[in-house]
């Protein structure tokens, strides 16, 4: 089990910026495949975007070029990166790790991103 703890979610205005991170608890951070969720006010929950343990990256379209993951697996940290923030991009923002070759996913308890004028 790998405790995950975001923080970072506040409100920001249209084309604002905000860093959300997120602090693992495994000492096999190193492994996990972390990614970032969100959930707006009446949809499903969609993948941001998602980070491999070598590096390679998945964004979702409606993020690529604004956000950016990042990762420190010294400090057992990921990172998102958000700028010109959309109200669109409106949700709570879930971390995420999964181990290779398995289709679970631990989740934290989310952070809330607000974009509004």
């Known amino acids: 089990q790998v405790q995950l703890v975001e923080s970072g979610g506040g409100l920001v205005q249209p084309g604002g910026s905000l860093r959300l991170s997120c602090a693992a608890s495994?000492?096999?951070?190193?492994?996990?495949?972390m990614g970032w969720y969100r959930q707006a006010p009446g949809k499903q929950r969609e993948l941001v975007v998602s980070?491999?343990?070598?590096?390679?990256?998945n964004y979702a379209d409606s993020v690529k070029g604004r956000f950016t993951i990042s990762r420190d697996n010294a400090k057992n940290m990921v990172y998102l990166q958000m700028n010109s923030l959309r109200p669109e991009d409106t949700a709570v923002y879930y971390c995420?790790?999964?181990?290779?070759?398995?289709?679970?996913?631990?989740w934290g308890q989310g952070t809330q991103v607000t974009v509004s004028s």
């Open positions: 980070v491999t343990s070598g590096g390679s990256t």
């Open positions: 995420s790790a999964r181990r290779p070759a398995s289709a679970y996913k631990s």
């Open positions: 495994t000492t096999i951070f190193s492994i996990y495949t």
